[in-house]
T-cell receptor, first 113, second 113 residues
Framework: NAGVTQTPKFQVLKTGQSMTLQCAQD?????MYWYRQDPGMGLRLIYY???????DKGEVPNGYNVSRLNKREFSLRLESAAPSQTSVYFC????????????FGPGTRLTVT | GENVEQHPSTLSVQEGDSAVIKCTYS??????FPWYKQELGKRPQLIID?????GEKKDQRIAVTLNKTAKHFSLHITETQPEDSAVYFC????????????FGPGTRLSVLP
């Protein structure tokens, strides 16, 4: 099993450009999450999908959109990137019903200039 | 909403000594408290967790204690080793909020040889 995979690993954008971060999991997990990690602020939840077909806002959703394409894939889109969105983005997944453990992907380091 | 504080932000110990990291949470409805370890440039990984019906849990050199009345929980690492050097995050989650996590800001632990 590959677990949780993310693409790309690194990305540099100019202000105003758009891009989509891809995430996939092969553990048959129901729930998927997008976090951003900034120095001194821990991991903050952007959006989550409790199950296929549903998405909900987390703590810091402004400037982002998500799509739960199917049970395996959950993408995060930046429509008009801003320097404040420079961060490391982690996708995670969990079974949720029997275990609360979240499994994280390797992360995407995004820089917006 | 839930707020999680974590102290200290940095901690240096000599190899073989013990390390203690403390977290407090604000929402008395929180009922699950995981600890994640993140090595430099890597993804966060669960190292131990505790549920609100348990006061203490131990796994080899790692233990977590929970005081529900005071709304705080702590990570204890004994006989520290250089490979314990990492950033540690605590989190709290609420069952009626879909078990989503609110993370603390992290503690950078350095184990000095």
């Amino acid at each position: 099993n590959a677990g949780v995979t993310q693409t790309p690993k690194f990305q540099v954008l100019k202000t105003g450009q758009s891009m989509t971060l891809q995430c996939a999991q092969d553990m048959n997990h129901n729930s998927m999450y997008w976090y951003r990690q900034d120095p001194g602020m821990g991991l903050r939840l952007i959006y989550y999908s409790a199950s296929e077909g549903t998405t909900d806002k987390g703590e810091v959703p402004n400037g982002y959109n998500v799509s739960r394409l199917n049970k395996r894939e959950f993408s995060l889109r930046l429509e008009s990137a801003a320097p404040s969105q420079t961060s490391v983005y982690f996708c995670a997944s969990s079974v949720r019903d029997s275990s609360y453990e979240q499994y994280f992907g390797p992360g995407t380091r995004l820089t917006v200039t | 909403g839930e707020n999680v504080e974590q102290h200290p932000s940095t901690l240096s110990v000599q190899e073989g000594d013990s390390a203690v990291i403390k977290c407090t949470y604000s929402d008395s409805a929180s009922n699950y408290f995981p600890w994640y370890k993140q090595e430099l440039g890597k993804r966060p990984q669960l190292i131990i967790d505790i549920r609100s019906n348990v006061g203490e849990k131990k796994d080899q050199r790692i233990a977590v204690t929970l005081n529900k009345t005071a709304k705080h929980f702590s990570l204890h690492i004994t006989e520290t080793q250089p490979e314990d050097s990492a950033v540690y995050f605590c989190a709290a989650s609420i069952e009626n909020y879909g078990q989503n996590f609110v993370f603390g800001p992290g503690t950078r632990l350095s184990v000095l040889p």
